[in-house]
């Protein structure tokens, strides 16, 4: 889809919207080849805004189609406590039709929610959305500083998880697996089996339009001029991968190795050290356990929204919802290549 058909498309989806501080759009219809379906891909757009309360409750007076009956029941503050106690801060309205009849959702967060979570990845959750090739139509500081962060923190953390050889293709394909693996939409067959690959294959050049800069500040870390990729893995080098890792990462690894984690930076560094001489300075050890951590996150995050949104949606759309999810996965694995 074109840029500009993009922009005309959550223009109409919005119209009718408070104001926001910060919007993108991600997903199916942003990314190639991320659906095997033939059917046109519903638009996924971010709201990030200033105060989320207000701003629901002005879209339920605007827009209250947009809402299923039982949200409009408890208010916006309901609303953005379900999303904040059973959700990941992020509530969504979905199963939507602008004016031409093309479909989208929307999720509506706080700038001060949408920076934690890309800074900290608390919930790996809008971070993990923003860590793929997505359109942003409207810009906030905060959030666009932030997102710095989360990029840097995404290719650190592929790279820990990935040999010290590997193809552009591989770290492409790690960067999409870290929000992917451990979604319990895979687990029950909800989800595309092949979407990884699919993305990572497809989006190539998106891919390295988003992560070049953090390439090139990696330097002698990684040498990435030919079509096979080196980097460091001494150990001084995996003390410095895990010592810049977001603090969620960093204290799901101290529980499942019992390596106390501090805060500051000497605090850091000697974190990283023990927690490397806790796994004997093995890179594999060191990568296998940052993506069982990461895994654990993506699983309690995605079972959490899943949740929110059980309770956020009609029974007819969460039906529906749930029915066009299983024949996408279910075409991906039987008709695919």
């Known amino acids: 889809m074109s840029t500009r058909t993009l922009a005309r498309r959550?223009?109409?989806?919005l119209s009718n919207a408070p104001e926001c501080e910060h919007v993108l759009a991600y997903g199916s219809a942003v990314l190639r080849?991320?659906?095997?379906?033939?059917?046109?891909s519903a638009l996924d757009i971010l709201c990030v805004v200033e105060n989320v309360q207000e701003w629901h409750?002005?879209?339920?007076?605007?827009?209250?189609s947009h809402y299923a009956s039982q949200m409009r029941v408890i208010g916006s503050q309901g609303i953005v406590k379900v999303s904040r106690v059973v959700g990941c801060g992020t509530h969504y309205n979905a199963r939507l039709f602008d004016a031409r009849g093309e479909p989208f959702k929307y999720g509506v967060a706080s700038v001060e929610d949408v920076v934690r979570d890309l800074e900290r990845w608390e919930y790996l959750f809008v971070a993990g959305r923003m860590q793929k090739p997505h359109e942003t139509m409207l810009t906030s500081a905060a959030v666009r500083d932030a997102q710095r962060v989360n990029v840097r923190n995404a290719a650190n953390a592929a790279l820990l998880t990935l040999p010290e050889s590997f193809s552009e293709l591989d770290f492409h394909r790690a960067l999409v697996r870290l929000s992917y693996d451990g979604?319990?939409?895979?687990?029950?067959?909800?989800?595309?089996?092949?979407?990884v690959e699919r993305i990572a294959s497809a989006n190539g050049?998106?891919?390295?339009?988003m992560y070049a800069d953090t390439v090139t500040e990696l330097g002698d870390a990684l040498d990435a001029s030919s079509s096979t990729w080196w980097q460091d893995k001494s150990p001084s080098a995996l003390r410095a991968r895990l010592e810049a890792l977001p603090v969620t990462v960093r204290a799901m690894m101290s529980a499942a190795t019992r390596v106390r984690v501090g805060e500051g930076v000497e605090s850091s560094k000697r974190w990283a050290a023990e927690m490397c001489a806790a796994l004997s300075d093995d890179q594999e050890r060191v990568g296998s356990t940052t993506r069982a951590c990461l895994r654990q996150i993506v699983r309690t995050s995605?079972?959490?929204?899943?949740v929110a949104g059980l309770l956020g949606t009609s029974p007819t759309k969460t039906v529906a919802y749930v029915g066009a999810k299983f024949y996408k996965s279910a075409r991906s694995r039987f008709f695919s290549e």
């Not at 959550?10 to 989806?13: H, I, S, T, W, Y």
């Not at 979604?183 to 979407?195: C, N």
């Not at 050049?205 to 339009?209: E, F, G, K, S, T």
């Open 10 to 13: 959550v223009v109409d989806a």
């Open 33 to 40: 080849a991320a659906s095997v379906t033939n059917t046109k």
């Open 57 to 64: 409750a002005t879209n339920v007076h605007r827009n209250p």
């Open 183 to 195: 979604d319990v939409r895979f687990l029950f067959a909800a989800e595309d089996d092949k979407k």
């Open 205 to 209: 050049d998106a891919m390295r339009d």
């Open 302 to 306: 995605s079972l959490r929204q899943a």
